[in-house]
């Protein structure tokens, strides 16, 4: 009895602890793909000019949109 709730709390570890791992990892990778040097987020804007996504700060926190494209 014992032995099969340890390899149910194990097998639960392992399962939980695995895909919480692959979780944070895939979500380290989606913030590095993002541009993350702003401190509240680029701009989720597409520069005319470019055509690219605009490469600007937004100012406040829960800002998509920088001082220029508002
Ligand atoms: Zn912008």
């Known amino acids: 009895m014992n032995k099969l709730i340890t390899s149910g709390l194990l097998f639960i570890v392992l399962t939980f602890g695995f895909s919480g791992l692959?979780?944070?990892?895939?979500?380290?990778?989606?913030?590095?793909?993002?541009?993350?040097?702003c401190r509240y987020g680029q701009c989720y804007a597409t520069a005319q000019s470019t055509g690219y996504r605009c490469r600007h700060c937004v100012s406040n926190n829960g800002d998509l949109y920088c001082w220029q494209h508002r």
């Open 22 to 37: 692959t979780e944070s990892n895939s979500i380290k990778a989606q913030a590095k793909s993002e541009i993350s040097e």
